[in-house]
């Protein structure tokens, strides 16, 4: 009789079993889908030689040998050149492959941010909030661009870090949490303004509610994993010499506290719509719903139909914030959708009767993510801020559309979505000009950028600098100071310590070793050193490159360190397109 009732029991499962592997299958078929067609249809047109290669400026490092913060040097440690080795085995050309490995990562993140918010499996979602996580994954994309980047690597670590951490103690796997606590110590070396995810991955082990006994042999062990990744990468820095240069490189830079989240409250919005007026309705929603929750039983009848009513009205202003966000990549709606969330997250905490630690932990995870010189905003967090404010005022009252219903619904909101996308990429695709004047294909210059589409000024800029490896052979090749693209694409060996130059990034002794590779260069012969004449901004609002330029035109000093460098290089002064440099032939030619 046992036997048969075992029997019976797994037969029943079957079913269940099959349905979580037709969900894994279409989760994991829908986010390749997604990226190949967001790189197919948006990802590819634009390019900016700035920024698109700057990882892979660090990958190409590792690859041939050389250490972080020894070797080559940086304000931030260097875990994204190892985590981007995977985008060399794309079978896809370079900029390609690595802009599907981005998406991929950010829709990876965005279900991982979902599944801990809700504390829910993905294996178990239904149609609506699926397609609401997917629409999600757009709206975190927005106008951000598809490439490799630290910011995304420590989003993606820490959204993956948590939610399997956060699983794993629910549901007992050993796996699951250590693999997650690795991940934790991982986004730490790929960005030092993730290093708050550490401490909270700590506080996840200590009070989490389904937290086993505390026995301190696992806790060190769980502590241990957590170190592991910082561990072995300091331990290499150190082994190879370079502990005292990377503390002066990690510690240098400028500090930034995530001003901008703060200063929206007292920035001057004169002659624009004033995105704080968004947060009061939202606020003074979340402060009805809370009430009529807490005396729900007194309300009866009418006090549900308040809070359905006061619900819709919160998803409308944040559905609203969204469209007229307009996907700005610079714009305030992402602060706003922050603000929105920790409104909803007091909510959460009324309806639950619990501190909303999930929703102050995503929070926390959007100020790392806006700790940045560059892109101070938390943009890549937005769909899950919109989707935590909807999921808060869900969580009793709204009423649940049946599955087909719910699929239609999910759908349209990821058809809407899709549609704000492509229409702010055309209009304004990252750091290039409008789709339609990307007419010139970078594939005609190099096989790792075939494929990928922009204007005809950097069409030329790229193809100046081909024609210049061409005519003056070297096998140190460095274009100074704004082309991190050039040893990736090119498959040259930048002999400077620096892919990119800028003065912000010149941190620790990092001036000094530039200008030591400068001397050791000219020593050693073999090199072509060019320095731009012309501003990337140029390239972007499309203005016409030179053909030609004497070899001593003005140049482009981001810092002072470009005149230190041309003082060192005593090679024969040359011209080629809109560079100026020098250039030693090895003495074997």
């Given at each position: 009789?046992?036997y048969a009732e075992d029997v019976d029991i797994e037969e029943r ?298 619900g819709l009205c919160v998803v409308a202003v944040v559905v609203f ?61 937005t769909g899950i801020f919109a989707l935590g404010v909807l999921e ?198």
């Amino acid at each position: 009789m046992a036997y048969a009732e075992d029997v019976d029991i797994e037969e029943r499962s079957i079913p269940a079993n099959r349905k979580r592997v037709l969900r894994a299958f279409v989760l994991g078929a829908g986010t390749v889908l997604l990226s190949v067609a967001v790189v197919a249809r948006i990802g590819r047109f634009g390019f900016n030689p700035t920024d698109q290669g700057f990882v892979l400026a660090q990958v190409w490092r590792v690859l041939h040998g050389e250490i972080p913060q020894v070797d080559f040097l940086g304000p931030r440690p260097f875990g994204s050149a190892y985590l981007h080795v995977v985008d060399q085995l794309v079978p896809a050309p370079l900029m390609i492959g690595s802009g599907f490995v981005m998406m991929v990562q950010l829709t990876v993140a965005t279900f991982a941010l979902a599944a801990f918010l809700t504390g829910t499996s993905p294996l178990e979602w239904g149609p609506l909030r699926l397609g609401l996580v997917f629409t999600a994954a757009v709206v975190c994309l927005n106008t951000y661009p598809l490439m490799a980047w630290h910011t995304v690597d420590g989003v993606f670590l820490v959204a993956v870090g948590w939610w399997l951490l956060d699983s794993g103690l629910r549901s007992g796997s050993r796996w699951r949490r250590l693999l997650g606590l690795f991940c934790l110590g991982f986004a730490i070396i790929v960005k030092q303004s993730f290093l708050f995810a550490a401490p909270a991955g700590v506080l996840i082990l200590l009070f989490h509610p389904a937290a086993p006994p505390k026995k301190w042999p696992r806790l060190l062990g769980d502590v241990l994993v957590l170190g592991a990744a910082p561990l072995l990468y300091f331990g290499m820095v150190t082994v190879a010499g370079g502990l005292r240069s990377a503390i002066a490189q990690l510690s240098g830079g400028k500090q930034t506290w995530g001003e901008s989240l703060f200063r929206f409250w007292t920035a001057d919005f004169t002659g624009r719509a004033d995105p704080r007026t968004y947060v009061f309705p939202v606020l003074l929603g979340v402060c009805v719903l809370a009430v009529a929750w807490s005396v729900r039983e007194r309300l009866g009848e009418p006090g549900r139909w308040l809070r359905v009513v006061t619900g819709l009205c919160v998803v409308a202003v944040v559905v609203f914030v969204v469209a007229d966000g307009g996907f700005e990549h610079a714009g305030s709606w992402p602060v706003t959708l922050l603000w929105l969330f920790l409104a909803a997250a007091v909510l959460d905490a009324v309806v639950r009767r619990r501190l909303p630690w999930r929703y102050l932990a995503i929070a926390a995870l959007g100020w790392m993510a806006s700790l940045s010189w560059g892109y101070p905003l938390p943009g890549l967090l937005t769909g899950i801020f919109a989707l935590g404010v909807l999921e808060a005022v869900a969580q009793r009252d709204l009423p649940r559309p049946p599955r087909f219903a719910g699929g239609v619904l999910g759908a349209t909101a990821f058809i809407l979505a899709g549609l704000l996308l492509l229409s702010a990429h055309d209009k304004a695709p990252y750091a290039d000009r409008p789709q339609g004047e990307l007419t010139k294909d970078l594939g005609d210059i190099a096989p790792s950028l075939r494929g990928v589409r922009t204007n005809p000024s950097v069409y030329t800029y790229v193809a100046q600098i081909r024609g210049c490896l061409d005519r003056y052979p070297a096998s140190k090749v460095a274009v100074l100071p704004d082309n991190p693209f050039v040893a990736p694409v090119f498959g040259v060996r930048n002999p400077f310590p620096l892919d990119w130059p800028l003065p912000l990034e010149l941190t620790g002794d990092s001036p000094e070793r530039m200008v030591e590779a400068a001397e050791r260069l000219d020593r050693e012969g073999d090199y072509l050193v060019l320095f731009q004449t012309i501003k990337a901004v140029s390239l972007t609002a499309g203005t016409p490159v030179p053909d030609a330029v004497a070899p001593d035109t003005p140049t482009i000093a981001m810092s002072g360190v470009e005149e230190r460098i041309k003082d060192k290089l005593g090679g024969t002064r040359v011209a080629c397109g809109s560079f100026a440099g020098f250039w030693a032939p090895s003495p074997s030619r």
